[in-house]
């Protein structure tokens, strides 16, 4: 026989979880730029991955799933949709046949270009909301829980 929790627990988990707020906070956020970035036909975690790939050298698909914090199986099914865009290619390592090193492509960098400036305005929106709170602070916290 299972044992009762009391009510009052379930209101202390929705009131003090710390994971219950951050992904509610995290799809709302998400919901957010979504839409804002849906004229140039890219969703926020798209944004995301074109704009780790803007980088001067070729990053692996490894280098690329740990800034995201993803698993490779992930990164690769958020590659698909880019790459039949033609937004973002892969190619082997010159170094190491196994490693495939990701970059975008003109057109992907077009794009990158096209949607910075609406998520400037997104992000700069949202830290006016949020006006009131110490919002280094908050990166910083938000930094700590992912090292954990």
């Not at 994971?19 to 944004?47: E, I, M, S, W």
């Amino acid at each position: 026989m299972s044992k009762k929790i009391p009510f009052e627990t379930t209101l202390q988990v929705r009131d003090t979880c710390l994971c219950l707020h951050a992904q509610g906070a995290a799809r709302a956020l998400a919901r957010h730029f979504d839409k804002a970035l849906r004229p140039v036909g890219l969703t926020n975690q798209q944004f995301s991955l074109l704009m780790a790939l803007n980088r001067p050298e070729r990053p692996s698909m490894g280098t690329v799933a740990d800034l995201l914090a993803m698993d490779r199986t992930t990164l690769t099914a958020a590659l698909k949709p880019l790459e039949r865009r033609e937004l973002v290619r892969s190619e082997p390592s010159a170094t190491d046949q196994r490693a495939r090193l990701l970059f975008l492509t003109d057109a992907g960098k077009a794009t990158l270009s096209d949607a910075l400036p609406i998520w400037q305005k997104m992000h700069a929106a949202i830290e006016n909301h949020l006006a009131d709170f110490d919002l280094k602070a908050l990166r910083a916290a938000l930094v700590l829980v992912s090292n954990i």
